[in-house]
């Protein structure tokens, strides 16, 4: 018989009850999840290294909430720059992606998936923004604080 194979043509896709967009946002929120993951990582390990102090460790639960605490701060800073740059009739559409992603940090890589969907340049722009979040936290924990200043010494 010509024409497709019928099955077993996909593999991946056998048993799989969800539709090719499903699938697709599943990969995308994996992929941006990862990258949110790396950045997050990398800016905790320089912010470290700037302060002299030892960088995290897998075993240790305080290092780990820190890190969740950077790849929620690190999400959301990436929010608010690729909202800021949005046209006014995608911003209504971006709140309801991630009002049906649930709460916190998950609504936030819905909002994600949904910006990467729409935005041909998404990845141009999350590089970016990641990169100037770095260089300004970095930049802002390089600066003394007001107890370091008050308690320098003469």
Excluded: C, N
Excluded at 125 to 145: I, V
Aim: a neutral charge; zero cysteines; aromatic letters at 6%.
């Amino acid at each position: 018989m010509s024409g497709w194979p019928h099955h077993g043509a996909f593999p991946h896709q056998h048993g799989d009850a969800r539709g090719l967009r499903e699938r697709i946002d599943e990969q995308l929120r994996e992929r941006i999840g990862e990258a949110v993951e790396m950045a997050a990582l990398k800016l905790m390990v320089d912010l470290r290294a700037q302060a002299g102090r030892p960088a995290p460790q897998s075993t240790s639960a305080a290092d780990r909430e820190e890190f969740e605490a950077t790849v929620r701060g690190v999400l959301g800073r990436l929010r608010e720059r690729l909202r800021a740059g949005l046209p006014d009739d995608l911003r209504p559409h971006l709140d309801e992606a991630e009002a049906a992603g649930g709460a916190g940090p998950a609504a936030m890589l819905a909002g994600q998936v949904f910006l990467a969907r729409r935005l041909p340049d998404y990845w141009q722009r999350f590089e970016r923004h990641q990169r100037e979040d770095a260089e300004e936290r970095l930049a802002q924990a390089g600066k003394p604080g007001l107890l370091r200043r008050l308690f320098r010494p003469s």
